[in-house]
């Protein structure tokens, strides 16, 4: 009986977080608005549904998807406060989510032992979607990567990064030659050198997808999904690759590209003048880090309250400066325990890969979790003013539908890893 209560535990937390922050909205608008109460109990029913499927149905990992429902909550709750119908949305967008994180689950169980062999599935999508976007792409932020479809925006390479994980890791967890009887040291020989071989091939056409990539997204201007993408790569590397010198060589190859768009791009020498001094052109091109650094220091440590703040003076709040607004209101503290939050989703992600019995799986669940990681601390330490500001969005909580959607797909995909037989890390007992 402990042990149940234990289990759920989290569970009351979430619904006390739900109901706590959609009543002091309340509280704040002077008004018992039956939006912000519909919100909230919709978001505690939801979250309990789906956790009692995974529960009962024994479908892995049983913290997985309340640390997604949390953070959730925290993006809806702030979306509610600054803008009611971005709220609303963002509830849809959750709803919409959870859909796709048991769909994608379902179909990663039934379809994953043929994933390894789709490389070229995923490559050749990866290009099509760079190429529509290329073509019918509009401009957003001096970004051509959004595509318009009947009123809707898309991000295509939201998508893109699910399928370059997906590629990396069918790639180089295929660098292995069947196993063969060796009745001599010769053959023995001979297939060890077929084996390396084999490894170093299978080490350059990852080179060659990751430089294709990041290359075509440099071309849409995209310089933060690009650095999430090589990021995502040399992880890779660093775990699968044999050869200290061809990791070298990519970090000097990053190195390089970082000192080419420092010294040759315009938009890029700006994001660093910017970063290094914003305060030289307070009210221009630093405007947006100055009032993000304002919040963080007006909310201190406790925060000035849910519905206290003034996140309307941050541009872009809804998106790319959520994490400020969650600290002007909810306090360091509060941004501390969302960054734990994070912390706590990419470690459930590394321990699912190392409970995996299955390479490809394992592979799969380290290109994830270092892409929730290093998406994380990209956002949040260009808010902070710790590294130049990227248009990257923090997942689960800034405002995006294609963000949102892909993250559920990438957690719904370590959720079915979780479940496989021999790989579950904690089930729900």
């Known amino acids: 009986m402990n042990k149940k209560l234990q289990s759920i535990r989290p569970l009351f937390l979430l619904i006390a977080v739900n109901l706590l922050g959609m009543f002091l909205i309340m509280l704040h608008e002077g008004n018992a608005d039956k939006t912000m109460a519909m919100l909230s109990i919709g978001m505690c029913v939801l979250s309990i549904a789906a956790y009692i499927i995974i529960s009962v149905c024994r479908l892995g990992d049983g913290y997985l998807f309340i640390i997604i429902s949390m953070l959730s909550s925290v993006g809806i709750i702030m979306q509610s406060r600054i803008n009611p119908e971005n709220g609303i949305r963002q509830m849809k967008l959750y709803l919409l989510g959870v859909g796709f994180f048991f769909v994608t ?52 390479s939201e998508f893109i990064r699910i399928l370059f994980v997906l590629s990396l890791a069918a790639i180089l967890t295929n660098a292995r030659l069947p196993e063969k009887m060796k009745k001599s040291k010769k053959e023995k020989k001979k297939a060890d050198t077929d084996e390396k071989n084999l490894k170093r091939m299978r080490l350059t056409l990852a080179a060659g997808i990751a430089y294709i990539n990041a290359f075509c997204l440099l071309l849409q201007r995209e310089w933060g999904i690009a650095l999430l993408f090589f990021a995502i790569y040399l992880a890779f590397l660093y775990i699968y690759g044999e050869s200290r010198l061809f990791f070298l060589a990519n970090v000097l190859m990053t190195i390089a590209a970082a000192f080419v768009g420092v010294n040759f791009m315009s938009h890029i020498q700006v994001r660093v003048a910017t970063w290094l001094d914003p305060f030289a052109d307070i009210t221009g091109k630093g405007y947006q880090i100055t009032q993000s650094l304002f919040a963080i220091g007006t909310g201190g440590f406790a925060g000035s309250g849910i519905g206290s703040g003034s996140p309307y003076f941050i541009p872009v709040v809804s998106s790319d400066f959520i994490f400020s607004a969650i600290c002007e209101e909810m306090g360091v503290l509060g941004g501390t325990a969302v960054i734990m939050l994070y912390f706590l989703l990419v470690y459930r992600g590394f321990k699912i890969a190392l409970s995996s019995t299955n390479d490809f799986n394992k592979a799969v669940s380290v290109g994830l979790s270092v892409m929730l990681g290093i998406q994380t601390f990209i956002i949040v330490g260009g808010v902070i003013k710790l590294i130049p500001l990227t248009g990257i969005t923090l997942p689960f909580i800034s405002y995006g539908g294609s963000s949102m959607i892909t993250t559920f797909i990438a957690l719904g995909i370590l959720q079915a890893i979780s479940s496989m037989k021999g790989e579950v890390t904690d089930e729900i007992e």
Do not use: C, D, E
Request: overall charge positive.
């Open 105 to 156: 689950m379902l179909l990663y169980r039934v379809f994953h032992k043929h994933l390894r062999r789709l490389t070229l599935l995923y490559f050749g999508l990866s290009m099509l979607l760079f190429a529509v976007t290329a073509v019918f792409g509009t401009v957003k932020n001096g970004s051509k990567n959004w595509i318009v479809l009947g009123g809707v925006s898309v991000q295509p």
